[in-house]
């Protein structure tokens, strides 16, 4: 019986962490973009409800153990039913880091074209300039304060910098589209 208790906290464990990863996902991402985060996203509710009735079976069960009362039958059917939404909440998270690739790629490939065309040609382009001087503004003062030596080190952070810059804007133009 205690196998069984460990089992469960385990996967009640492995539940919560899927949850906490698909909110995370969230934050970062467009469900437009990724869309089987809008699909996981509303198994949420009901996972959080069999994760807490799970909580409270597994602690009255080791209450039960430590005192010597009669045993639970309770342990078997909430193991299948937090097992089943183990394998849901995976297998969800696991096409939502598909998704995320894909998404990745996609936005690699349209990198070069992202300003180019389309309706907001002249909101685009005046952004693309104003990025453009604030990067050469940024790399003279650069050179200016930390000195010439320094700054091939820093280039790599700028890389960083621009290439977060970057997925920003991606992110805005795709969440008004």
């Known amino acids: 019986m205690v196998v069984e208790l460990n089992n469960l906290i385990m996967e009640t464990y492995h539940v919560i962490g899927y949850i906490?990863?698909?909110?995370?996902?969230?934050?970062?991402y467009n469900p437009n973009d990724v869309p089987t985060l809008t699909t996981a996203m509303k198994k949420i509710p009901m996972a959080v409800f069999w994760t807490i009735n799970t909580i409270v079976a597994c602690t009255a069960e080791i209450n039960r153990l430590t005192s010597d009362k009669e045993e639970s039958e309770n342990l078997p059917k909430l193991s299948l039913k937090i097992n089943e939404i183990h394998q849901k909440l995976k297998e969800d998270y696991d096409r939502c880091m598909t998704e995320k690739v894909e998404l990745r790629r996609r936005m690699e490939?349209?990198?070069n074209t992202f300003f180019i065309g389309g309706k907001n040609q002249k909101m685009t382009s005046d952004l693309c300039s104003k990025i453009t001087k604030a990067?050469?503004?940024?790399?003279?003062?650069?050179?200016?304060?930390?000195?010439?030596?320094s700054v091939t080190k820093e280039l790599e952070t700028e890389k960083t910098f621009w290439a977060g810059m970057e997925n920003l804007f991606f992110s805005l133009h795709y969440k008004k589209t």
């Open 135 to 149: 990067k050469l503004a940024i790399e003279i003062e650069l050179k200016m304060h930390i000195g010439l030596a």
């Open 109 to 111: 490939n349209q990198r």
């Open 20 to 28: 906490v990863k698909l909110e995370d996902l969230l934050q970062h």
